[in-house]
T-cell receptor, first 115, second 118 residues
Framework: NAGVTQTPKFRILKIGQSMTLQCTQD?????MYWYRQDPGMGLKLIYY???????DKGEVPNGYNVSRSTTEDFPLRLELAAPSQTSVYFC??????????????FGPGTRLTVL | AQTVTQSQPEMSVQEAETVTLSCTYD???????LFWYKQPPSRQMILVIR??????QNATENRFSVNFQKAAKSFSLKISDSQLGDTAMYFC???????????????FGQGTRLTINP
């Protein structure tokens, strides 16, 4: 298994441009997450999904959109990029059935710079 | 709202020494989970150890162990016989067990940058 993969690894955007960060997992996990990590800070939850077709906002959703059409893929869309969105973005996934708690597995991250 | 605080931005020790990283959290919940994640220069987030709040016994994973003090809301990580490969950012994280089919929302601390010197 490749686990959680993210593309691209690095990207530079101009203010006002749009882009999609890709995330794919091959572990058949039902839950997927997007986090951002600002310099010197911990990760903050942007959006999450509990299954195909179901998404919900996390702590810092403004300026982002997500979709979940398949179990494997959970893309993050940035519309009208702003310098405040310069960050490292992590995708994660986990498997949970009922009230059990499982480990979140993280992708390698995408470093995004908005100039 | 839950918060997680790591009061040591940076630490540095010599190889083979023991080091303890501090973490405190704030919650009114009684049932929750605590984690330590390692983030090496590769940026990958790697789970080091986790602790269920209802368990009194401290979790251990090889050279890594925790000191969980529920009343004090403290969750420190001890690394014994430190190795060069332990050099990384370490994040403490908190999670309330989700409701049925609910998502697992992790709350992270600011991190501690640990350097192991040869």
């Amino acid at each position: 298994n490749a686990g959680v993969t993210q593309t691209p690894k690095f990207r530079i955007l101009k203010i006002g441009q749009s882009m999609t960060l890709q995330c794919t997992q091959d572990m058949n996990h039902n839950y997927m997450y997007w986090y951002r990590q600002d310099p010197g800070m911990g990760l903050k939850l942007i959006y999450y999904s509990v299954g195909a077709g179901i998404t919900d906002k996390g702590e810092v959703p403004n300026g982002y959109n997500v979709s979940r059409s398949t179990t494997e893929d959970f893309p993050l869309r940035l519309e009208l990029a702003a310098p405040s969105q310069t960050s490292v973005y992590f995708c994660a996934s986990s498997y949970s059935l009922g009230p059990s708690t499982d480990t979140q597995y993280f992708g390698p991250g995408t470093r995004l710079t908005v100039l | 709202a839950q918060t997680v605080t790591q009061s040591q931005p940076e630490m540095s020790v010599q190889e083979a020494e023991t080091v303890t990283l501090s973490c405190t959290y704030d919650t009114s919940e009684n049932n929750y989970y605590l984690f330590w994640y390692k983030q090496p220069p590769s940026r990958q987030m790697i789970l080091v150890i986790r602790q269920e709040a209802y368990k009194q016994q401290n979790a251990t994973e090889n050279r890594f162990s925790v000191n969980f003090q529920k009343a004090a809301k403290s969750f420190s990580l001890k690394i014994s016989d430190s190795q060069l490969g332990d050099t990384a950012m370490y994040f403490c994280a908190f999670m309330i067990p989700p409701l049925l089919r609910g998502a697992q929302k992790l709350v992270f601390g600011q991190g501690t940058r640990l350097t192991i010197n040869p």
